[in-house]
């Protein structure tokens, strides 16, 4: 190494930990800000419920809603809680599951999507409330009408996003790898897979989003206990602050959800250099 070399090796030096001393500010930072919407909404509902612009009975102030969720966790809502996180996960893992296989033959073969589109494309057009129906003269009022339900709610999201991310792949790598003698195996896991991943996380995020969609329909019909149950009864009962309790709950557990998605994306899709947007401090 020359000297000129060293010298640009140190003064690189600097300006990489600095970068990198950045990057972890703005993922510091990023929190903070996606807070600030909803601390100005909780601000503003409590200043409109409190001098009477909007009547309590039909939207309480959000320090009662902080109130009933306080009598709520101490009373059944982890009850709730636990029995519609139980729904959603099964639900999402079948679904997403039978998607990823689904997709994958239907990516790779343009037979197979002769065969079936046609099929998933009417079937992905029934709302989740037409189903439900069916699902209870078929499975009855029990756990498992409410896990299809899911289930099928999960599919199409995960099933369209992985279709689409295979046939979006660079013809030319398929070729390249197909140049070099790889096995169909080889190929799927070096070439195939890397490329789709983008586009199956993607459905993945749709697909546990509808997940938590679709829980709502399932457990307003026929359900003694979980989120959508609690709708319900605070429905029944008149009581707003149950409702948007609730659907609070609901909002958190989706996101919390998602978020975990997104972090498993991030650590799978580390290898990607992309455009992730500009700041101001960029």
């Known amino acids: 190494m020359t000297v000129s070399d060293k010298t640009a090796s140190a003064g690189a030096q600097p300006l990489l930990s600095a970068k990198a001393e950045r990057n972890v500010w703005v993922r510091y930072k990023t929190p903070i800000k996606g807070l600030v919407l909803p601390v100005l909404i909780i601000v503003l509902l409590e200043f409109v419920v409190r001098i009477g612009w909007l009547p309590s009975y039909q939207m309480p102030a959000p320090s009662e809603i902080v109130l009933t969720l306080r009598d709520l966790a ?11 996180l139980l729904r959603v996960l099964s639900g999402f893992v079948i679904g997403a599951s039978l998607a990823l296989v689904f997709a994958a033959w239907v990516g790779l073969s343009r037979e197979a999507e ?14 989740s409330l037409a189903w439900v129906p069916l699902l209870l003269l078929w499975l009855g009022i029990g756990e498992t009408s409410k896990v299809v339900l899911i289930a099928i709610g999960a599919f199409f999201p995960v ?3 992985g279709v689409a991310a295979i046939r ?3 013809r030319k790598l398929v070729e390249v790898g ?5 096995s169909r195996y080889r190929l799927t896991r070096r070439i195939l897979l890397p490329a789709a991943l983008p586009g199956l996380f993607t459905g993945l995020r749709s697909g ?13 019909i026929a359900a003694t206990k979980g989120l959508g149950y609690l709708l319900s009864d605070g429905r029944e009962t008149s009581r707003p602050d149950i409702v948007l309790a609730a659907i609070i709950v609901l909002a958190t557990l989706g996101k919390l959800s998602d978020g975990v998605l997104a972090a498993l994306e ?17």
């Open 74 to 84: 101490d009373g059944a809502l982890w009850k709730h809680i636990s029995a519609s």
């Open 114 to 127: 002769a065969y079936l589109e046609p099929t998933f494309a009417g079937l992905r057009s029934i709302p």
């Open 159 to 161: 099933y369209l996003n």
């Open 168 to 170: 979006g792949i660079d």
């Open 178 to 182: 197909q140049m070099y003698g790889f």
């Open 208 to 220: 546990m989003s509808l997940s938590w969609m679709f829980l709502v329909a399932a457990e307003l």
């Open 266 to 282: 991030r650590r799978c899709l580390a290898w990607r250099d992309t455009f992730n947007g500009q700041s101001r401090e960029d």
